[in-house]
């Protein structure tokens, strides 16, 4: 039998951390294999970071926050098998991309994120994803969230 896969984006938000946790409980509970997903986006052109040398270093730094994210979540959480995997593009495109690639049965993530807009049900990242989705979309609202 084909081994179930969860995709868990994460932009380090408290709502992404709460849709994390219900991750990891889905991810036990059905013994599926659970990846966490950040995309970073650079805050000036690549071009510019490249001609000081800021490439790695803000490559280094996501893949350390997700590194911590996912140690905690094997440790504080009690997942099973967990993995990461970040890349740098546009959130929704790289969230869609990497569930078909992974043949994901569920993507796990909240319905707000760092910037919270309070009129929005749920956050732009989340509504395109959902939108465009191959599967099903949990979207879990965070106790912190705008609208809680
Ligand atoms: N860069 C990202 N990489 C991975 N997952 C992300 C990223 N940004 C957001 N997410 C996921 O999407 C969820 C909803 O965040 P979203 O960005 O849609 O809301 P927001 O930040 O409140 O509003 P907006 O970004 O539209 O201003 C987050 O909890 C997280 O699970
Ligand atoms: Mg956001």
């Not at 951390?17 to 991810?27: D, G, Q, S, T």
């Not at 790289?94 to 796990?108: G, H, K, S, T």
Request: with cysteine.
């Amino acid at each position: 039998m084909r081994e179930k896969n969860i995709l868990c984006p994460i932009d380090f938000s408290d709502c992404s951390k709460e849709a994390l946790a219900k991750a990891v409980e889905i991810a036990k509970e059905s013994a599926a294999k659970l990846t966490l997903f950040h995309a970073y986006q650079f805050p000036i052109t690549e071009g510019a970071l490249h001609a000081i040398g800021m490439i790695g270093e803000v490559a280094g730094e996501t893949k350390e926050s997700i590194d911590d994210w996912t140690a905690a979540a094997a440790t504080s959480l009690g997942a099973e098998r967990v993995d990461s995997i970040s890349v740098n593009g546009v959130p929704h495109e790289e969230i869609v991309r990497r569930a078909r690639e992974l043949d994901c049965d569920l993507i796990v993530m909240g319905t707000h994120g760092r910037s919270g807009l309070k009129h929005a049900i749920v956050g732009s990242v989340a509504e395109k994803v959902v939108r465009h989705a191959p599967c099903t979309v949990m979207v879990v609202k965070g106790t912190t969230a705008p609208n809680a």
